[in-house]
């Protein structure tokens, strides 16, 4: 019998042995903004001196401590990126920021503060305190061969600014598994496209695209897969080609409709598991065609939604070598009564207010006019007896 009524295996389980799959991810040097959003695989060590050499922090001019006061020649302009030179007692050098400090001079005069008549130049004003004043020191930023940036750390923007001014233009992190998104079902048709009769928009391939977007993974949408065992099959070996992930959704339940278990064996995969003591979701497949993971959701978009976060997120995370996504699940008030659960754990839809979790009204897996309110999973074990308002529970924070 297909299906029938085999133990349904618990999502913690379903969860453990979906992430047994994923491989270690591979390292690859990614050009600087490629990087940004993945995890330092090692850690980066400067490969230059910065600065390179002392360099004047303002423009004005370079002179000696001592002879500040004096009436001093300017013999010659130390600009940005130009050679350091060397001046000779009573001389001054015109200096601008960023500049090379020519050799014996050991301060830097402001030119708010400088007269400067030709190439004679005098104090006008307080001048600096200290010898070093307004000079950045070599290497006072970080010097060649130190530990700067930690591996684990996630790439941003100022990571990438350091390791670029420490002379790197690639970093090592996890190549970006490739994930292929398939749409099973006749009834549906690319959103925006016509739709006669029982037709729908595939709202699920955008929205998981649209999870997917926020991990460092490359995700290529192939569209809807009539349900027909031979097309699916040959989607799959098709897939699995190039793909370390393939998910698809629909198709996954008992119905003489339901393709995507038969096709995956076809397609030479084996599953991992069937079913699962999930609601909504109970559909879940999971199985691996060689190294490609393959990865069924339900059709319905609201079991497909919340499925995608528990399930595909995680997945795609460990095999990205980035961090899980949803944040540690924790305590909250529920605003209203809730239901004794079945046999299946409950995820029900809530949102937040007042601090206090509101479960939505109306929890069918195929409704989602509500679902962009729901900032919250809350989570039911299974044979759980009612709830009444204020009970605390546990939550799940979504968006
Ligand atoms: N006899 C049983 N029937 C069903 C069971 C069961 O245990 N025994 N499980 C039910 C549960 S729970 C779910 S969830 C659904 C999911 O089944 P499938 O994964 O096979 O999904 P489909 O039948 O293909 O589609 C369900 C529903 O979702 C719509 N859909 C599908 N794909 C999309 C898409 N890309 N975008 C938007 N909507 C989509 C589809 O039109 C259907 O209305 O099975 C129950 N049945
Ligand atoms: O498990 Mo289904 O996803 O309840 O509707």
Redesign the pocket.
């Given at each position: 019998m297909v299906?029938g009524n085999t133990a349904l295996l618990p999502v913690p389980e379903a969860l453990a042995r979906l992430l047994a799959l994923a491989p270690a991810p591979e390292t690859e040097q990614a050009p600087l903004l490629a990087a940004l959003g993945r995890t330092l695989t090692a850690p980066i060590h400067a490969v230059r001196t910065q600065p390179a050499a002392d360099l004047s922090a303002m423009d004005g001019y370079a002179l000696r401590f001592a002879e500040l006061g004096q009436l001093l020649t300017v013999v010659g302009e130390a600009a940005a990126g130009a050679a350091p030179f060397t001046i000779q007692p009573g001389q001054a050098a015109r200096i601008f920021t960023g500049a090379a400090v020519p050799a014996s001079a050991d301060v830097i005069l402001v030119q708010e503060e400088a007269a400067r008549d030709g190439d004679r130049l005098t104090l006008n004003g307080e001048g600096p305190p200290a010898p070093g004043a307004h000079i950045r020191r070599k290497g006072y930023d970080f010097s060649a061969g130190e530990l700067l940036i930690p591996a684990g750390t996630v790439v941003t923007a100022a990571v990438i600014a350091l390791a670029a001014a420490a002379g790197h233009a690639t970093l090592p992190v996890p190549r970006r598994p490739r994930v292929v998104i398939l749409?099973?079902?006749n009834?549906?048709v690319p959103p925006g496209m016509p739709v006669t009769g029982v037709q729908?928009?595939?709202?699920?391939?955008p929205m998981l695209a649209a999870l997917l977007a926020r991990l460092p993974v490359e995700v290529e949408d192939r569209g809807i897969v009539r349900d027909d065992l031979a097309t699916i099959t040959e989607a799959f070996r098709d897939a699995a080609q190039t793909a370390d992930i393939i998910v698809t959704?629909?198709?996954?339940?008992?119905?003489d409709?339901?393709l995507v278990r038969p096709a995956l064996i076809a397609a030479g995969a084996e599953i991992d598991f069937w079913r699962i003591a999930l609601r909504?979701?109970?559909?879940l497949l999971a199985g691996h065609i060689g190294k490609t993971i393959a990865l069924g959701l339900?059709?319905?978009?609201g079991?497909?939604y919340v499925t995608a976060l528990l399930f595909l997120l995680p997945l795609a995370a460990r095999c990205a070598g980035a961090e899980h996504l949803l944040p540690q699940p924790h305590d909250m008030r529920i605003a209203g009564p809730l239901p004794a659960t079945g046999p299946r754990r409950d995820y029900v839809r809530a949102f937040t207010r007042d601090g206090e979790a509101h479960p939505i009204l109306g929890q069918d897996?195929?409704a989602l006019r509500r679902l962009p309110e729901a900032d919250l999973l809350v989570l039911r074990e299974a044979h759980s007896p009612p709830a009444e308002a204020g009970t605390v529970v546990t939550a799940i924070r979504i968006a």
């Amino acid at each position: 019998m297909v299906g029938g009524n085999t133990a349904l295996l618990p999502v913690p389980e379903a969860l453990a042995r979906l992430l047994a799959l994923a491989p270690a991810p591979e390292t690859e040097q990614a050009p600087l903004l490629a990087a940004l959003g993945r995890t330092l695989t090692a850690p980066i060590h400067a490969v230059r001196t910065q600065p390179a050499a002392d360099l004047s922090a303002m423009d004005g001019y370079a002179l000696r401590f001592a002879e500040l006061g004096q009436l001093l020649t300017v013999v010659g302009e130390a600009a940005a990126g130009a050679a350091p030179f060397t001046i000779q007692p009573g001389q001054a050098a015109r200096i601008f920021t960023g500049a090379a400090v020519p050799a014996s001079a050991d301060v830097i005069l402001v030119q708010e503060e400088a007269a400067r008549d030709g190439d004679r130049l005098t104090l006008n004003g307080e001048g600096p305190p200290a010898p070093g004043a307004h000079i950045r020191r070599k290497g006072y930023d970080f010097s060649a061969g130190e530990l700067l940036i930690p591996a684990g750390t996630v790439v941003t923007a100022a990571v990438i600014a350091l390791a670029a001014a420490a002379g790197h233009a690639t970093l090592p992190v996890p190549r970006r598994p490739r994930v292929v998104i398939l749409s099973t079902g006749n009834e549906l048709v690319p959103p925006g496209m016509p739709v006669t009769g029982v037709q729908l928009p595939s709202s699920n391939a955008p929205m998981l695209a649209a999870l997917l977007a926020r991990l460092p993974v490359e995700v290529e949408d192939r569209g809807i897969v009539r349900d027909d065992l031979a097309t699916i099959t040959e989607a799959f070996r098709d897939a699995a080609q190039t793909a370390d992930i393939i998910v698809t959704t629909g198709g996954a339940s008992v119905g003489d409709h339901d393709l995507v278990r038969p096709a995956l064996i076809a397609a030479g995969a084996e599953i991992d598991f069937w079913r699962i003591a999930l609601r909504p979701g109970k559909p879940l497949l999971a199985g691996h065609i060689g190294k490609t993971i393959a990865l069924g959701l339900p059709g319905n978009p609201g079991s497909a939604y919340v499925t995608a976060l528990l399930f595909l997120l995680p997945l795609a995370a460990r095999c990205a070598g980035a961090e899980h996504l949803l944040p540690q699940p924790h305590d909250m008030r529920i605003a209203g009564p809730l239901p004794a659960t079945g046999p299946r754990r409950d995820y029900v839809r809530a949102f937040t207010r007042d601090g206090e979790a509101h479960p939505i009204l109306g929890q069918d897996s195929a409704a989602l006019r509500r679902l962009p309110e729901a900032d919250l999973l809350v989570l039911r074990e299974a044979h759980s007896p009612p709830a009444e308002a204020g009970t605390v529970v546990t939550a799940i924070r979504i968006a």
